[in-house]
């Protein structure tokens, strides 16, 4: 059974930094593309980022390119997404899905992230 559960979120001040974690298990890690969306409360879902299997090809949304950082350790089953110049329009749900190029079919039950002074 696939598995995918975030961490790493939190109340954080405008400007600081987050890395988000999404430890994956029931499925081949290394053989698949991964992805970071996010929603915002009462509002719909937002495509944040992803990656290839490999970790070489990576794809940012405009909204967090250059801010924000996907990456994966395949030998620990894990996805990272470092979130850095955070902004308030940043405060959303973010939540990991496996794949990317032929649509994603599982998902984890997010980690909140918070951007407030």
């Known amino acids: 059974e696939v598995h995918l559960v975030e961490s790493g979120g939190g109340l954080v001040q405008p400007g600081g930094s987050l890395r988000l974690s999404c430890a994956a298990s029931?499925?081949?890690?290394?053989?698949?593309?991964m992805t970071w969306v996010r929603q915002v409360p009462g509002k719909g879902l937002e495509w944040v980022s992803s990656?290839?299997?490999?970790?070489?090809?990576?794809y940012y949304a405009d909204s967090v390119k250059g801010r924000f950082t996907i990456s994966r350790a395949n030998a620990e089953n894990t996805l990272y997404l470092r979130l850095n110049s955070l902004k308030t329009e940043d405060t959303a749900m973010y939540y990991c899905?496996?794949?990317?190029?032929?649509?994603?079919?599982?998902w984890g039950k997010g980690t909140l992230v918070t951007i407030s002074s």
């Open positions: 029931g499925f081949t890690f290394s053989s698949v593309s």
């Open positions: 899905a496996r794949g990317f190029y032929f649509g994603m079919d599982h």
């Open positions: 990656i290839d299997s490999g970790g070489g090809i990576t």
